[in-house]
């Protein structure tokens, strides 16, 4: 069965053929609903408010978060088990999962940087020729001398060559930074070739597909820890040092990339018959990720009614900079009408810290903690609507359905 006809199974079988919803809901999961692994509490309040007395969802829900360290089958199942509600996996948007509409990538030998089951997750997302750090750094062992204790030994007998690596793919933050950081730099100061020596003029530098820009989330611990913005920082840091060139992007994922934005509005049109939505409402934590991401998402909307009668639209990948890379409107169709941000207390943003528009210029500037190619415009990073927690965002967009 496709994606499409399992989800609208889903709500056919309460809404009947001819109902469609006007509303869509974007979660944010850490620091929304959860706190590493605990529930926060306002999380299972809300979810009751938004189920009917079948226990189904009274709104089309897609959980857009920037983990990607696993499937999204086993998020669905622990997002099902930890807030008591039934969760499919067509509902929720990992940081890669836009990967799966790259088809021009499918095909080419790429090198996935991550932790958890990256080569299997690669594979799930159409890539058919996948090179770890782990089978990079068995290959050549030269290349990895940080830590003296885990220097690998030379092989009794020669491997088998690898591929020559065509693409990076950066999953999420990896559990060896420095390992990770020697390898990837090697990939690309040698054009895909890491047994060789740098070339020092490469006439074009490998692409690199990114997910996840969050410089820190929020677990249990009482402050943000270090995501994966972080881990992006030091290899464009080490890459700037050796080359003088800032690395570049080829593609920008996760929140806030406008082509996430795109892919859950699609996942939220599939639950809704393939009806159009008039507003989405997206509640997160983070002001970096989440409202940016989702006032970005509601500029674009506007631009796109706004040129109805221009020529084929397309879906740009990045968020504000040079990443420019498109997908043919076909592909994904954006026609929500609008899309509200609604930032809650509960995780990475501190209600005792002033919102950007409350602050200077020069002071905005020192606490902007997006990634480098994302533009600081005031306005992206002032949320719709602050509330203390999700069930209190439940309860707000309830009552904005229920005056339209």
């Known amino acids: 069965m496709t994606i499409s006809a399992r989800l609208l199974n889903i709500f056919l079988a309460v809404t009947g053929p001819n109902f469609f919803f006007l509303a869509g809901v974007l979660f944010d999961v850490d620091g929304v609903l959860l706190r590493g692994g605990q529930v926060i509490p306002a999380a299972h309040r809300a979810f009751q408010k938004l189920l009917d007395k079948n226990n189904n969802f009274r709104f089309p829900i897609v959980f857009v978060t920037n983990a990607g360290s696993c499937h999204r089958h086993h998020k669905a199942q622990q997002l099902s088990r930890l807030l008591e509600v039934q969760i499919a996996p067509e509902q929720v948007v990992l940081s890669h999962s836009p990967l799966q509409i790259m088809k021009s990538y499918h095909d ?3 090198l996935v940087s991550g932790q958890g089951p990256v080569t299997d997750i690669a594979n799930t997302l159409g890539f058919h020729k996948v090179v770890t750090i782990e089978q990079l750094r068995e290959h050549h062992p030269l290349l990895d001398m940080v830590d003296h204790n885990r220097r690998p030994k030379l092989p009794s007998s020669p491997l088998k060559t690898l591929p020559k690596i065509e693409a990076i793919i950066l999953f999420g933050e990896p559990i060896r930074w420095e390992t990770n950081l020697q390898l990837l730099v090697d990939v690309l100061l040698t054009n895909g070739s890491p047994g060789c020596l740098y070339e020092p ?6 692409p690199v597909l990114a997910c996840n ?28 040092k050796l080359t003088g060139r800032d690395l570049q992007y080829q593609a920008l994922l996760g929140k806030p990339s406008l082509l996430t934005y795109q892919y859950a509005e699609h996942l939220l049109r599939l639950q809704n018959h393939n009806h159009k939505l008039t507003t989405i409402y997206a509640v997160g934590d983070n002001l970096m990720t989440d409202i940016y991401g989702a006032n970005l998402y509601n500029r674009y ?11 084929p639209k397309l879906v740009a990948e990045g968020t504000g900079s040079q990443v420019t890379m498109a997908i043919p409107e076909e592909d994904l169709v954006s ?31 020192t606490v902007f903690h997006g990634h480098r190619d994302l533009v600081l415009e005031p306005d992206l990073v002032e949320p719709s609507h602050v509330v203390e927690d999700v069930e209190a965002a439940v309860d707000l967009l309830l009552q904005q359905e229920s005056s339209t």
């Open 108 to 110: 080419k030998c790429v």
């Open 201 to 206: 003029q490469l006439a074009a530098q490998l």
């Open 213 to 240: 820009m969050d410089h820190v989330w929020m677990a249990e611990a009482p402050s943000p820890r270090f995501g994966h913005g972080m881990f992006m920082l030091c290899l464009e840091s080490v890459y700037r």
């Open 301 to 311: 909307l506007a631009r796109q009614h706004a040129a109805l009668t221009t020529t």
């Open 335 to 365: 026609a929500a009408a609008q899309c509200h941000s609604i930032l809650v207390c509960t995780g990475v943003y501190n209600p005792r810290s002033p919102l950007p528009s409350d602050q200077s210029s020069a002071v905005t500037e």
